[in-house]
Structures are given as structure tokens and as C-alpha cells.
């Protein structure tokens, strides 16, 4: 018998910012979870308009619950978790309910792409005649960070819009269009108290009231029941002339379809990280609370399109971000909230840089070299982008004299280590940081191709580097020299960032018995089956679970805790020092792609969480749908060779198939 774990999550995305989420075992576990999650602005401005569903089955035997809510303190009602026999994530999550008197119950939940529309549709497994199913639909209207109560201002009324009912909860907010196969009987309701208990977990606010308008009444002995939630976006909805039975025909059919032209769940996986915003497109960073963050698309882009071969829209991102350079800077995240971007990160640049130089060099070997005013903006940025580290912009960021990269400033966080408590950054780096090394002069080799200009700055870097960052005594590369600025001092913390000198860049910066000293100690302290702590056991600082209220957590955030996306730049300097041999290919996906693998069936599903404990049974935290995870997992089975790579694309459909079964 295949069991699961209820709490799994499931996620299924509009292409536009929206999406719909939730659990394996109903009973949504976050403030984000919700039927009906509509970007206003995409991909920004998200609210949530239906957050979920109360529904039970009648039958001549009597009423059965298929629906679970958590509620405070801590209680469980009703108990529809229990009648869940089989679940499958592919090609969209799919339940299996089994009433006690037998009557089996497929309940599907799709969400339809470039529109804020999902599908809810109920079908019996078997003909009955006496089965009805009854539907009450449980909605707020609030930003999706927020949380929403029992209020006055809340519009129950429906108005009638040719097939649908609409609902306009609050004024200023999406309507809610809302088409069924079924009769609807007002009857408004408050439903009080609702617990999301991960948000509880996370030591902040995490209860809620949901209204409930009226319920809907489906005759499942006439076939299968349509639910379609539509938001009125960005402009108002004409009214619904097709029947909703005919529209949930319309939505599956082309759902099947655009699905099934993925080479496999783990590539229609990638998929829910491109979105649309203004004319372009961009990458959202994870679901289900992050937007679009400079660092996170550049590293997530190669391995959710380059990889692929998706040059349309990985050129569609890069344009798209050209022009948002400023002073030789991309900005690190463009925000919830207004249009100023925010320019805090030394490496989201320096990682664009990259990824342009990886793009232009794919497309060229494809034979569909990027020509004209497109290619200017793309050489264009990157120009714009080394000469302002060269000659010194924002937050003390400039080439040094040994022609290294100093940046940093008190109270200001440049690098992907950027959490802070209290006003402060927890590892400010201030200095000069090994992975920035890596990406400029990575990002100085690659531009050689453009202009002869920087080929001495590399050199000269190059040589600085390998003389500067070397800890003989410890047999790996300092995390920072020049600490605080101050010529000399170093931070000799174990940390990953300085696999990036090895692997993971298209540039190595050490060889020999140097770069294998550094893989072997990486691995021997920072590997976990989920990717490389953040800091080893025995520093200052560890921190082995990323667990508690806000100060803790950001306190542990990099100080310990695991980054799945490490992974890529770790197995690809693993591989480099063995020469990419077949053995050592075939060694690396029994070792390190395996447990990325197993991995996909356990938290959000498909898919590859933010972060994880540093120590067994490494629980996976944070977003647990997470866009640069996932790319360098896809890089992984690229790199352990085409076999392998199959193999794990195969393999990506394990974790579906563990959620395949009775409890």
C-alpha cells in the first residue's frame, strides 16, 4: 500500500503572477494557500479572492464530508482527509475520494494559463443514481501577504452575468466570476478562525475568517460538476455566455494539451516560473510569496531555459532586464508595492553578465544568432555593467588595484547572504567575497569576446586571486579577504560560496590539486542529500535548524542552513576534478541526483524547496517551490551525461508516483 504525506503541497500557476495552491490533505496550511490568487499588476499586486472550499456528498446513505479545514486552537473539521484514497500531482492534482458507503469521487483542480481562471470539476468513478455533491465556496478578498476577518464591508450579494454569478468583495479589488452546472441558494456565512499552522510554525499572525455567500448543489448522477472561478483582471469580464460544462471541456482539453508537450514533468515544472510583466517576461523567484529577484532569475534562467534550449524566452527575460541597468547596476528586486526597483546586490549584475554571455554563445551554436537592436541592448547592458564595477558605483562597489571586486557598506547586505536582524546584516561580507571574484572574472574572460578591453583586468584578477584567496593552512579558499575594507584581513569561515571558483561558472579559477582540496573539504563539511550547508558544523555562528519566529530565523538563514541550489556549482566542480569521466558521472547521479530526486515527492511537489535543515532529517523549509532549485537541479541531470540526464528526467515523475495510492 503507497501512503503520502498530507501535507504536501501542490501548485498550479496562470502565467501571469496568479496561482492556486494548497495540500495533499486539504486543509490549507498557509496564508497563501487558495483556489483564486490573481496578480493585479503582473506578476505583482497578488490577491487572494477564493482562498478554498467546504464540500460534502449526499447519497441515500448519507453525508459524507469531502473537504478539511484546520481551525484554532488546533482542530480538524470536517474529517474529508480521511476519505482520500489516492492522489496524483500529473498532469494536475487529482483526488480520489471513497465515501463509506462506496461511491468513489475524482475531484480535479486546473488552473488555465494566461488567465486568472481555475477549474474545479467533480466525477463520479462510477454511475449512481442518487449522488449529489454541494459546494460552498469560502472567500476573502485581501492582499496575499495579509490575512482577513469578520467584517461588515464584505459584498455577499451575487449579481447575475449571463452563465455566471459575480461577486465584487470589496470595492477597488477584482470581481469574482463564478460559472456551475448547479443550483445556487444564498445563505451568507462567516466561517470563523481558520489556523494555518505553518504560519503559526514561522511565529506570525495566522488566524482568519472566510466568508461564504451561499452553496451550490451539483447533481452528480447527470455527470460530472463545473465549478470555474474567473477574476475580473485586468479589466472587467464580459458576461459568461458558454455553458460552465462546456468551458470546463474547453480548459481541460487545452490543459492536456499544452501539458503534454513537455518532454517531462520536471520541464513543465520549470514552466511556472516564467510570467509576464509589462511586454516581457521575467522569473518568479519561488511561490508561493516571492516575486521576481535579479540574483535568483540569472541563476534560475540557465537551467530553466538555456539548458533546454528555450532561447525565445530566456531572450525574453534578458531584454527585459537590460533596461533596468543603472550605473553599471541590475536591481537586486523589483518590489511588491510601487516601481522603484531596489539596486542592493553586488552579483545579480555579474550573474546577468554570465547568463547573457552563456545565451548569445547557444543561440549562435543553434544557428539562431541574435542580430540588430536586441543583440545591441543585450552587449549594450553588459558593457554598461563592467565598466561601472570597473570604475566604482553604488555601495563602495569597484575594481580594486590587485583588480578584484571590493563592495560593502555598514548596514547594507550585497551578497546572496543578505538576511538581517534588527537592522543588521547577520553576514555582511563587507570586503572582498570569494564568489564575487568568480563571477567578475568570469564575466571579464567571457567579454574578452566583445572587446579586447578586459582581457589585462582579468589577468591581473586572476593572479590576485590565486595568491590572495588560497588558505594554505586550511587546504581551501578564504570566504572574504580585505574584511571591513581593511588590506589584509581575512574571514576564514567554511562556506560554499567558494565552490563557485571551481565549479558552477563557465570559468574555473583554480586547477590541479588546488581545485580538488577545495571539492573534497566541501563536500567532506557542507554536503547534504538536499544541496550544501551554508556554513559547516563547528564555526561561530552554526546554526543546524532553520526553525522559530522571524529574528530566529533570519538569525539562521545562511549560518547552516542547507541551499538546494548549491548543488549545481558543487556537482559541477565535482565532476571538473575528475574529468567528467563516466564512472565519475554515473557516481554523481547515484550520490547527489538521487536524493534531489527523491526529493520532488515531499514538499512541493514536482518541484524543489528554498532550503532545508542542516542536520538529518535535513526538513525542508522556506518556499517550497523554488525557481533557482529547480534550474540547478535541471542543470545536474544535464551534467551527469545525456544517459543519466533521461534517466532523471524519467525519474522525475517518482515522487508522483509515491502520492499514487490508498492511505
Same mark, same amino acid.
Given at each position: 500500500?503507497?501512503?503520502?504525506?498530507?501535507?504536501?503541497?501542490?501548485?498550479?500557476?496562470?502565467?501571469? /503572477?496568479?496561482?492556486?495552491?494548497?495540500?495533499?490533505?486539504?486543509?490549507?496550511?498557509?496564508?497563501?494557500?487558495?483556489?483564486?490568487?490573481?496578480?493585479?499588476?503582473?506578476?505583482? /499586486?497578488?490577491?487572494?479572492?477564493?482562498?478554498?472550499?467546504?464540500?460534502?456528498?449526499?447519497?441515500?446513505?448519507?453525508?459524507?464530508?469531502?473537504?478539511?479545514?484546520?481551525?484554532?486552537?488546533?482542530?480538524? &473539521?470536517?474529517?474529508?482527509?480521511?476519505?482520500?484514497?489516492?492522489?496524483?500531482? *500529473?498532469?494536475?492534482?487529482?483526488?480520489?475520494?471513497?465515501?463509506?458507503?462506496?461511491?468513489?469521487?475524482?475531484?480535479?483542480?486546473?488552473?488555465?494559463?494566461?488567465?486568472?481562471?481555475?477549474?474545479?470539476?467533480?466525477?463520479?468513478?462510477?454511475?449512481?443514481?442518487?449522488?449529489?455533491?454541494?459546494?460552498?465556496?469560502?472567500?476573502?478578498?485581501?492582499?496575499?501577504?495579509?490575512?482577513?476577518? *469578520?467584517?461588515?464591508?464584505?459584498?455577499?450579494?451575487?449579481?447575475?452575468?449571463?452563465?455566471?454569478?459575480?461577486?465584487?468583495?470589496?470595492?477597488?479589488?477584482?470581481?469574482?466570476?463564478?460559472?456551475?452546472?448547479?443550483?445556487?441558494?444564498?445563505?451568507?456565512?462567516?466561517?470563523?478562525?481558520?489556523?494555518?499552522?505553518?504560519?503559526?510554525?514561522?511565529?506570525?499572525?495566522?488566524?482568519?475568517?472566510?466568508?461564504?455567500?451561499?452553496?451550490?448543489?451539483?447533481?452528480?448522477?447527470?455527470?460530472?460538476?463545473?465549478?470555474?472561478?474567473?477574476?475580473?483582471?485586468?479589466?472587467?469580464?464580459?458576461?459568461?455566455?458558454?455553458?460552465?460544462?462546456?468551458?470546463?471541456?474547453?480548459?481541460?482539453?487545452?490543459?492536456?494539451?499544452?501539458?503534454?508537450?513537455?518532454?517531462?514533468?520536471? *520541464?513543465?515544472?520549470?514552466?511556472?516560473?516564467?510570467?509576464?510583466?509589462?511586454?516581457?517576461?521575467?522569473?518568479?523567484?519561488?511561490?508561493?510569496?516571492?516575486?521576481?529577484?535579479?540574483?535568483?532569475?540569472?541563476?534560475?534562467?540557465?537551467?530553466?531555459?538555456?539548458?533546454?534550449?528555450?532561447?525565445?524566452?530566456?531572450?525574453?527575460?534578458?531584454?527585459?532586464?537590460?533596461?533596468?541597468?543603472?550605473?553599471?547596476?541590475?536591481?537586486?528586486?523589483?518590489?511588491?508595492? +510601487?516601481?522603484?526597483? *531596489?539596486?542592493?546586490?553586488?552579483?545579480?549584475?555579474?550573474?546577468?553578465?554570465?547568463?547573457? &554571455?552563456?545565451?548569445?554563445?547557444?543561440?549562435?551554436?543553434?544557428?539562431? +544568432?541574435?542580430?540588430?537592436?536586441?543583440?545591441?541592448?543585450?552587449?549594450?547592458?553588459?558593457?554598461?555593467?563592467?565598466?561601472?564595477?570597473?570604475?566604482?558605483?553604488?555601495?563602495?562597489?569597484?575594481?580594486?588595484?590587485?583588480?578584484?571586486?571590493?563592495? +560593502?557598506?555598514?548596514?547594507?547586505?550585497?551578497?546572496?547572504?543578505?538576511?538581517?536582524?534588527?537592522?543588521?546584516?547577520?553576514?555582511?561580507?563587507?570586503?572582498?567575497?570569494?564568489?564575487?571574484?568568480?563571477?567578475?572574472?568570469?564575466?571579464?574572460?567571457?567579454?574578452?569576446?566583445?572587446?579586447?578591453?578586459?582581457?589585462?583586468?582579468?589577468?591581473?584578477?586572476?593572479?590576485?586571486?590565486?595568491?590572495?584567496?588560497?588558505?594554505?593552512?586550511? /587546504?581551501?579558499?578564504?570566504?572574504?579577504? %580585505?574584511?571591513? &575594507?581593511?588590506?589584509?584581513?581575512?574571514?576564514?569561515?567554511?562556506?560554499?560560496?567558494?565552490?563557485?571558483?571551481?565549479?558552477?561558472?563557465?570559468?574555473?579559477?583554480?586547477?590541479?590539486?588546488?581545485?580538488?582540496?577545495?571539492?573534497?573539504?566541501?563536500?567532506?563539511?557542507?554536503?547534504?542529500?538536499?544541496?550544501?550547508?551554508?556554513?559547516?558544523?563547528?564555526? %561561530?555562528?552554526?546554526?543546524?535548524?532553520?526553525?522559530?519566529?522571524?529574528?530566529?530565523?533570519?538569525?539562521?538563514?545562511?549560518?547552516?542552513?542547507?541551499?538546494?541550489?548549491?548543488?549545481?556549482?558543487?556537482?559541477?566542480?565535482?565532476?571538473?576534478?575528475?574529468?567528467?569521466?563516466?564512472?565519475?558521472?554515473?557516481?554523481?547521479?547515484?550520490?547527489?541526483?538521487?536524493?534531489?530526486?527523491?526529493?520532488?515527492?515531499?514538499?512541493?511537489?514536482?518541484?524543489?524547496?528554498?532550503?532545508?535543515?542542516?542536520?538529518?532529517?535535513?526538513?525542508?523549509?522556506?518556499?517550497?517551490?523554488?525557481?533557482?532549485?529547480? /534550474?540547478?537541479?535541471?542543470?545536474?541531470?544535464?551534467?551527469?551525461?545525456?544517459?543519466?540526464?533521461?534517466?532523471?528526467?524519467?525519474?522525475?515523475?517518482?515522487?508522483?508516483?509515491? &502520492?499514487?495510492?490508498?492511505?
Amino acid at each position: 500500500m503507497l501512503t503520502f504525506d498530507l501535507g504536501s503541497e501542490w501548485l498550479e500557476t496562470d502565467g501571469l /503572477g496568479g496561482f492556486a495552491s494548497g495540500t495533499i490533505g486539504l486543509a490549507r496550511t498557509r496564508r497563501y494557500h487558495a483556489l483564486l490568487l490573481a496578480a493585479t499588476t503582473p506578476p505583482t /499586486g497578488r490577491v487572494v479572492l477564493v482562498n478554498g472550499t467546504e464540500a460534502w456528498l449526499e447519497t441515500p446513505a448519507g453525508r459524507f464530508a469531502l473537504s478539511a479545514q484546520r481551525y484554532q486552537p488546533d482542530i480538524v &473539521h470536517p474529517d474529508g482527509a480521511r476519505r482520500i484514497v489516492a492522489f496524483v500531482p *500529473e498532469p494536475w492534482p487529482t483526488w480520489t475520494f471513497e465515501a463509506e458507503d462506496g461511491t468513489r469521487l475524482v475531484h480535479e483542480i486546473i488552473q488555465a494559463r494566461g488567465r486568472a481562471r481555475t477549474l474545479l470539476r467533480w466525477r463520479l468513478a462510477a454511475p449512481r443514481p442518487l449522488a449529489r455533491l454541494f459546494v460552498r465556496l469560502l472567500m476573502s478578498g485581501r492582499d496575499y501577504h495579509a490575512l482577513h476577518r *469578520e467584517n461588515g464591508g464584505f459584498a455577499f450579494a451575487p449579481e447575475a452575468a449571463g452563465e455566471a454569478l459575480v461577486w465584487r468583495p470589496y470595492p477597488g479589488l477584482p470581481a469574482v466570476h463564478v460559472a456551475a452546472n448547479a443550483d445556487y441558494r444564498h445563505d451568507p456565512v462567516w466561517y470563523w478562525n481558520f489556523l494555518y499552522a505553518e504560519e503559526q510554525a514561522r511565529g506570525l499572525d495566522c488566524v482568519e475568517d472566510l466568508a461564504s455567500p451561499g452553496s451550490f448543489a451539483f447533481d452528480l448522477a447527470r455527470g460530472a460538476a463545473v465549478l470555474t472561478l474567473t477574476a475580473s483582471m485586468p479589466v472587467e469580464e464580459p458576461p459568461e455566455t458558454v455553458p460552465a460544462i462546456e468551458t470546463g471541456r474547453r480548459i481541460v482539453k487545452a490543459e492536456r494539451r499544452r501539458r503534454g508537450a513537455f518532454a517531462s514533468p520536471l *520541464e513543465r515544472a520549470a514552466e511556472a516560473y516564467f510570467v509576464a510583466r509589462g511586454g516581457g517576461r521575467t522569473v518568479i523567484a519561488g511561490y508561493p510569496w516571492f516575486t521576481d529577484w535579479g540574483r535568483d532569475t540569472f541563476i534560475a534562467l540557465r537551467g530553466l531555459a538555456l539548458r533546454a534550449g528555450r532561447f525565445k524566452i530566456a531572450g525574453a527575460v534578458l531584454l527585459a532586464w537590460a533596461d533596468a541597468v543603472s550605473d553599471g547596476m541590475l536591481p537586486n528586486r523589483f518590489p511588491d508595492r +510601487g516601481d522603484t526597483p *531596489e539596486y542592493n546586490s553586488v552579483d545579480a549584475s555579474l550573474w546577468y553578465v554570465i547568463c547573457v &554571455h552563456e545565451y548569445l554563445a547557444q543561440v549562435r551554436c543553434s544557428g539562431h +544568432g541574435l542580430t540588430g537592436r536586441k543583440l545591441m541592448r543585450l552587449e549594450g547592458a553588459v558593457e554598461a555593467i563592467l565598466r561601472g564595477y570597473r570604475d566604482g558605483t553604488r555601495f563602495g562597489i569597484r575594481a580594486d588595484d590587485d583588480g578584484l571586486i571590493a563592495a +560593502g557598506v555598514p548596514g547594507v547586505q550585497l551578497t546572496w547572504m543578505d538576511a538581517k536582524v534588527g537592522g543588521l546584516a547577520v553576514t555582511p561580507r563587507i570586503g572582498k567575497p570569494v564568489e564575487i571574484q568568480a563571477l567578475w572574472l568570469n564575466a571579464l574572460k567571457l567579454s574578452t569576446s566583445m572587446s579586447g578591453d578586459w582581457q589585462a583586468p582579468f589577468r591581473r584578477g586572476l593572479d590576485s586571486f590565486r595568491s590572495r584567496f588560497w588558505n594554505e593552512a586550511g /587546504g581551501f579558499l578564504y570566504d572574504v579577504v %580585505d574584511v571591513d &575594507h581593511q588590506p589584509g584581513r581575512v574571514d576564514a569561515s567554511f562556506r560554499p560560496n567558494q565552490i563557485l571558483a571551481v565549479g558552477g561558472l563557465p570559468i574555473r579559477l583554480l586547477d590541479g590539486a588546488p581545485a580538488r582540496s577545495v571539492v573534497d573539504a566541501v563536500e567532506e563539511r557542507l554536503w547534504t542529500p538536499l544541496g550544501l550547508r551554508s556554513l559547516a558544523p563547528g564555526e %561561530d555562528g552554526y546554526r543546524p535548524r532553520y526553525q522559530g519566529g522571524v529574528v530566529e530565523r533570519d538569525g539562521s538563514y545562511h549560518q547552516g542552513t542547507v541551499w538546494p541550489w548549491l548543488a549545481g556549482p558543487f556537482v559541477d566542480a565535482w565532476l571538473r576534478v575528475r574529468g567528467f569521466t563516466p564512472a565519475a558521472r554515473a557516481e554523481a547521479r547515484r550520490r547527489f541526483l538521487e536524493p534531489l530526486l527523491d526529493h520532488l515527492g515531499t514538499a512541493g511537489l514536482g518541484h524543489v524547496s528554498e532550503i532545508a535543515d542542516a542536520v538529518h532529517p535535513h526538513t525542508p523549509r522556506g518556499c517550497p517551490f523554488q525557481a533557482w532549485s529547480l /534550474g540547478e537541479l535541471l542543470r545536474i541531470a544535464g551534467l551527469v551525461g545525456p544517459d543519466a540526464a533521461a534517466a532523471a528526467e524519467a525519474d522525475a515523475g517518482r515522487g508522483n508516483r509515491r &502520492h499514487s495510492g490508498a492511505l
